[in-house]
């Protein structure tokens, strides 16, 4: 029994380990993204815009159009979920924790519950880089649009509405807060990394964290819009809260720095990919 349980021990750990390592190809897929979409933000900001949306679905329909997009969606199709499957692991892991009491209680709960919504995040933008890999991609604003109408016909959907827009909304300002107090240093084990290594994490998270943050609260601010307006077509997803920065005065730098913040962002998760998450 002894041997028997050894050799479980040590499949679970080869299979623990097999799903980091296609967790860490998915991380690197999602930093792509994220690079994709600041340049569509800058082509955006001096140039008009490419032709698609300055969103995930724009980056990915960029990437189709490529000579090896489609391969390289595929890929990173599978990353993300990898990550998204990764992210439920956590979720299993943290559940013996629900039923304990204090602040371990707390702490599960809280990181069974960022680990749902990842999951979710992972999988829908695997969802989105299959279609687009299959020829049946479709801009992520109009998605949103549709979206935003079908739960206006919920009882109390306008009110849903509005309520995702504020949880949006506070996302983003805490990604602004994880950034300017350097918070997001406490998810990562950095224990192994050198001198260099840690100074390039944090740099670039001080700057990606606010970066995506602002560009979160911007697409929570349409949905808010949205919902009080009771106009489906303002929810128009990142690239309208991208658009709608680009109006402000001096809307061309505004948007070229929300740019480098999410490039910074992306660059962060390339990084990131090399070092495990602290329990």
Request: charged share 15%; proline share 3%.
């Given at each position: 029994?002894?041997?028997?349980?050894?050799?479980?021990s040590?499949?679970?750990a080869a299979?623990g380990e097999?799903?980091e390592?296609?967790a860490?190809v998915?991380?690197?897929?999602?930093?792509a993204?994220?690079?994709?979409?600041a340049w569509l933000?800058?082509e955006?900001?001096?140039?008009?815009?490419?032709?698609e949306?300055a969103?995930?679905?724009?980056a990915?329909?960029r990437?189709a159009?490529?000579?090896?997009?489609?391969p390289?969606?595929?890929?990173i199709?599978?990353?993300?979920?990898?990550l998204?499957?990764?992210?439920?692991?956590e979720?299993l892991?943290?559940?013996s924790?629900?039923?304990t009491?204090?602040?371990?209680?707390?702490k599960a709960?809280?990181?069974?519950?960022k680990?749902?919504?990842?999951?979710v995040i992972?999988?829908?933008l695997?969802?989105?880089?299959?279609?687009?890999?299959?020829?049946?991609g479709?801009?992520?604003?109009?998605?949103?649009?549709?979206?935003?109408?079908?739960v206006?016909?919920?009882?109390a959907g306008?009110f849903?509405?509005?309520?995702?827009?504020?949880?949006?909304?506070g996302v983003?300002?805490?990604h602004?807060?994880?950034?300017?107090?350097?918070?997001?240093?406490?998810?990562?084990d950095?224990t192994?990394?050198?001198?260099?290594?840690?100074?390039l994490?944090?740099r670039?998270?001080q700057?990606?964290f606010?970066?995506k943050?602002?560009?979160l609260?911007?697409v929570?601010?349409?949905?808010?819009?949205?919902?009080?307006t009771?106009?489906?077509?303002?929810?128009?997803g990142?690239?309208?809260?991208?658009r709608?920065?680009?109006d402000?005065?001096f809307?061309r730098?505004?948007?070229?720095?929300?740019?480098?913040?999410i490039?910074?962002?992306?660059?962060?998760l390339?990084?990131?990919?090399?070092?495990?998450?602290?329990t």
């Open positions: 029994m002894s041997a028997q349980g050894t050799a479980r040590a499949m679970g299979d097999a799903l390592n296609l860490r998915g991380m690197l897929a999602y930093g993204v994220h690079l994709l979409v933000a800058v955006l900001a001096w140039f008009g815009g490419g032709g949306s969103d995930q679905s724009g990915m329909s990437l159009e490529s000579p090896a997009g489609k390289l969606l595929w890929v199709a599978v990353g993300l979920i990898a998204a499957v990764w992210q439920a692991a979720v892991r943290w559940r924790g629900w039923s009491a204090g602040k371990t209680r707390t709960i809280k990181k069974s519950g680990a749902i919504g990842k999951a992972y999988a829908a695997a969802v989105l880089a299959i279609r687009f890999a299959t020829g049946g479709q801009s992520s604003s109009q998605q949103q649009q549709e979206t935003t109408a079908g206006f016909d919920w009882p306008q849903l509405v509005g309520a995702a827009g504020l949880v949006l909304i983003g300002a805490y602004v807060y994880k950034g300017v107090t350097k918070r997001f240093l406490k998810e990562i950095t192994d990394a050198s001198p260099g290594a840690l100074r994490v944090t670039l998270g700057v990606g606010p970066g943050g602002v560009a609260a911007g929570g601010g349409l949905l808010v819009y949205a919902a009080v009771f106009d489906p077509s303002k929810a128009q990142l690239d309208g809260a991208l709608t920065i680009l402000l005065p809307g730098i505004l948007l070229t720095l929300v740019a480098v913040g490039a910074a962002f992306g660059a962060y390339f990084v990131r990919a090399r070092y495990p998450e602290r």
